[in-house]
């Protein structure tokens, strides 16, 4: 595998589950990021992961839920959705900040649809 | 309040010419910005960037082009090819260390017609 992989590509979910989503990266990243898309909405950043510790919290709410085992992993928990929260889930990889290498690479995402 | 504002959702342009893409932001302390091309049921992938100490930056077919002084960038590709037809996402990040941040525009739809 190469590049970065997210798992599953598409989940529908009832309000009361519980499930995770998992993201890898092969690029030798040191910085991991959630984002959301919604239909007609820019990207919105989610959680931002540096040499493991997250760096931000973009204001989520508390039922999602970002685990980083490794520089490597990335989850993104989730519990009580509400319907609004069905939408595109990306995940990126970077270079720490303090490189200088801003790119950020995306996997293809979670199709993610809360009934 | 939408920082990077890509204005045309949509674009279409003839095979073999010039396509222009357009994007505007608001936030002066932007200095790093980013363009990225997203086919269906994949994620955006990435194109070219520039710092803003430079005012152009070329790799290839493509072409950004930065106007500080009018918030200002903009994507050209050329000559464009029917594996062009994508949206693209202008982007923009503040590169001091502890803000890992990249704001996003909502996309221009590119098509290509063979």
């Known amino acids: 595998e190469t590049g970065v992989t997210q798992t599953p590509r598409h989940l529908v979910m009832g309000m009361t589950n519980k499930k995770s989503l998992k993201c890898e990266q092969h690029?030798?990243?040191?910085?991991m990021y959630w984002y959301k898309q919604s239909a007609k909405k820019p990207l919105e950043l989610m959680f931002v992961y540096n040499f493991k510790e997250q760096t931000e919290n973009n204001s989520v709410p508390s039922r999602f839920s970002p685990e980083c085992p490794n520089s490597s992993h990335l989850f993104l928990h989730l519990h009580t959705l509400q319907p609004e929260d069905s939408a595109l889930y990306l995940c990126?990889?970077?270079?720490?900040?303090?490189?200088?290498?801003?790119?950020?690479?995306f996997g293809p995402g979670t199709r993610l649809t809360v009934t | 309040d939408q920082q990077v504002k890509q204005n045309s959702p949509s674009l279409s342009v003839q095979e073999g010419r010039i396509s222009i893409l357009n994007c505007d932001y608001t936030n002066s302390m932007f200095d790093y910005f980013l363009w990225y091309k997203k086919y269906p049921a994949e994620g955006p992938t990435f194109l070219i960037s520039i710092s803003s100490i430079k005012d152009k930056n070329e790799d290839g077919r493509f072409t950004v082009f930065l106007n500080k002084s009018a918030k200002h960038l903009s994507l050209h590709i050329v000559p464009s090819q029917p594996g062009d037809s994508a949206v693209y996402f202008c982007?923009?990040?503040?590169?001091?260390?502890?803000?890992?941040?990249?704001?996003f525009g909502t996309g221009t739809r590119l098509t290509i017609i063979p």
């Open positions: 690029l030798g990243h040191n910085a």
């Open positions: 982007a923009a990040f503040i590169s001091n260390f502890g803000n890992e941040k990249l704001t």
């Open positions: 990126a990889s970077s270079q720490d900040v303090a490189s200088g290498r801003y790119e950020q690479y």
